[in-house]
């Protein structure tokens, strides 16, 4: 019992992660109906910027200016890159976003350097220690903690600022939301810079209690099976469905031990199989609103 409530202790803060990408991968979605692939450079960016500031700023300081300067990143690249394609098909959006995420991680793997960077975090690998001896890292209490945070602020955003009442709007319908006024150009801007900065919180603590290297992009290929399982077009849909799977991969991990004939990185691939399985079930998600065309 104890292995297991701490995997599950620990999946959630992961989870927490994945749950803060698959909001970026969603916000630009439902404005855009593109799905972003640039997301893991945005990821890359912040962390390394937070590995520059933290010394100067302090951690907290130093992850809040990078979250911004990584949305101010999103922005421009929606502006020079995005907004010029509007029109386009979705597929030539995607693709374009895909380029995008190459370039802008050639750039950050430059400043990365040859040295270890590390984002300066105030836990490292500390833990604390539970009823009945369960223990669980500091970091991972942080990542939760964060994680609901910046929900709560999304939360109220979009259901009480006219601002996000304009984005949801735009969600909805377009067409409408620009008969009733609402600049659908800026709610395609502050969706990427929004995205931007969410993937820079995630990345810098997907880097705690470790170090930022070339390859932490890679942890957003997990939002990927997040946004699928929990729907494409669910803000909470992305929240469970991070939560839920960065739980199944620690238990995995932790369990894959009993049937060995599965190979020693299960885990790695456990979110395309529960994605998978949920998709035989539900193609639109667990969350995503069902498509129906009339013919």
């Known amino acids: ?14 989870g927490s992660v994945y749950a803060l990408l698959g909001l970026g991968f969603v916000i630009i979605y439902k404005a855009t109906r593109v799905i972003s692939f640039a997301q893991p450079a945005f990821m890359l960016a912040g962390a390394v910027l937070t590995t520059y500031l933290v010394g100067p700023l302090g951690f907290f300081l130093g992850l809040a200016a990078a979250a911004v300067l990584t949305g101010g990143l999103a922005l421009g690249v929606e502006r020079l890159a995005v907004r010029p394609m509007i029109g386009r098909p979705v597929f030539t959006v995607a693709i374009i976003t895909l380029g995008i995420d190459i370039a802008v991680r050639v750039v950050v793997n430059a400043a990365i350097g040859l040295d270890v960077r590390q984002v300066g975090d105030p836990w490292g690998l500390k833990v604390w220690k539970l009823p009945g001896g369960v223990q669980v890292e500091q970091r991972h209490v942080a990542m939760v903690v964060t994680t609901a945070v910046l929900i709560a602020a999304l939360f109220l955003f979009f259901r009480y600022t006219r601002t996000g009442l304009a984005m949801r709007a735009a969600s909805y319908d377009q067409e409408a939301a620009l008969a009733q006024g609402v600049s659908v150009g800026a709610v395609f801007a502050l969706s990427w810079a929004l995205a931007g900065a969410l993937a820079a919180v995630a990345g810098t603590f997907a880097a705690v209690g470790g170090s930022v290297s070339e390859s932490l992009w890679l942890i957003a290929l997990t939002a990927l ?50 994605m998978f399985l949920v998709l035989l079930v539900r193609p639109y998600g667990l969350f995503g609103t069902r498509e129906v065309e009339r013919v």
């Open 225 to 274: 099976p997040v946004i699928i399982l929990g729907g494409l077009d669910s803000l909470p849909g992305a929240v469970i469905g991070g939560l839920a799977v960065g739980t199944v991969q620690e238990l995995t991990a932790t369990y894959q031990g009993s049937l060995p004939w599965l190979g020693g990185n299960i885990s790695i691939v456990t979110p395309y199989v529960v």
């Open 1 to 14: 019992m104890k292995d297991f409530l701490e995997s599950v202790l620990r999946g959630v803060g992961t």
